[in-house]
Each structure stands twice: as structure tokens, then as C-alpha cells.
């Protein structure tokens, strides 16, 4: 992890699930001090939907980084067994979304899980320890990490 993110850690409180919507909206780019998506907006309103009857399964999750009583930004995903799939985050703030993904990958630990999938490799997140696997070598895991019992 680059020295001046280290640096950003302590500056955002952290929080889960309790701006669920609001996290989503930022993921689409549509939350206020959001950037507009590079890669379009693929969170369609039918896929909202989705999500948010994930949500009240107790499957989908956000977690979020709060800077002076802000949402600043964050990750939302999927929680099955021992893995949390990320499907999307957002910022307001500048590095908030990294601090947002090192955050939830140390909390995860905690609770046991064995895998992060951050589903799209690129240099942002490569700069934070993220790393690509094989599809092979993702299949493998998954019998074994879905199995684990942890809680978001």
C-alpha cells in the first residue's frame, strides 16, 4: 500500500450497511460529489431491484468510509460463504474508495473470509495488494470458501 494512502486510513470512519442505497446510487454515479461512471452505468434500475431484494435476504452489503459525518465513499457486494464478491464502488472524497476496499478486505479477515473477488483487475486496485487468478484457480477456491460460515 502506497505511503500516503497508509497516511488516509485514520481520516474515515468506517461503517456497514447503513447507507445501502446511498452507496449503490454512488456506485452508479448518480449520488451528489460522485464522479459520473467511466464504464457507463451498468447498475441498471431492474438490477437496483436486485440488490436491494439482496440486501433484505441479507446477501448484498455496502461498506462505507465517513469522513466529518459524509458519506465520502464505498464498496458494494455480494457475501456467500467465506467470499465477498465486490461488485462495484464510489467516491466523493479522494482515496476514499481505496480506503473504503483496504478497510473491507481487513474486516473480512476478521470475520473469516478467504476471498475478496474484486472481478476486474486494473492499476488502482493493483496498487493495493489486488492480484489476478486464473478462472481455474478461481473455480478451486470456491467449493472450500463457500463452505465457510462467516458473517458480513
Not at 47 to 57: D, I, K, R, W
Not at 74 to 98: N, P, W, Y
Request: with cysteine.
Amino acid at each position: 500500500m502506497p505511503r500516503r494512502l497508509r497516511r488516509q486510513l485514520g481520516r474515515f470512519e468506517v461503517r456497514r450497511n447503513s447507507a445501502y442505497l446511498d452507496v449503490l446510487d454512488g456506485c452508479r454515479g448518480r449520488l451528489p460529489g460522485s464522479p459520473q461512471r467511466e464504464d457507463g452505468e451498468w447498475i441498471s434500475d431492474a438490477m437496483v431491484e436486485v440488490y436491494e431484494q439482496l440486501h433484505l435476504a441479507g446477501l448484498s452489503h455496502s461498506f462505507e468510509v465517513w469522513q466529518n459525518g459524509q458519506l465520502a465513499g464505498g464498496v458494494m457486494g455480494i457475501a456467500l460463504g467465506g467470499v465477498f464478491f465486490a461488485e462495484s464502488k464510489f467516491h466523493r472524497v479522494t482515496d476514499a474508495s481505496k480506503v473504503a476496499l483496504v478497510r473491507l478486505a481487513e474486516h473480512l479477515h476478521a470475520q473469516g473470509f478467504t476471498v475478496l473477488d474484486a472481478q476486474i483487475q486494473n492499476d488502482h486496485i493493483a496498487r493495493l495488494g489486488v492480484y489476478e487468478i486464473r478462472a481455474e484457480e478461481f473455480s478451486a477456491l470456491m467449493p472450500t470458501a463457500l463452505a465457510i460460515d462467516a458473517e458480513f
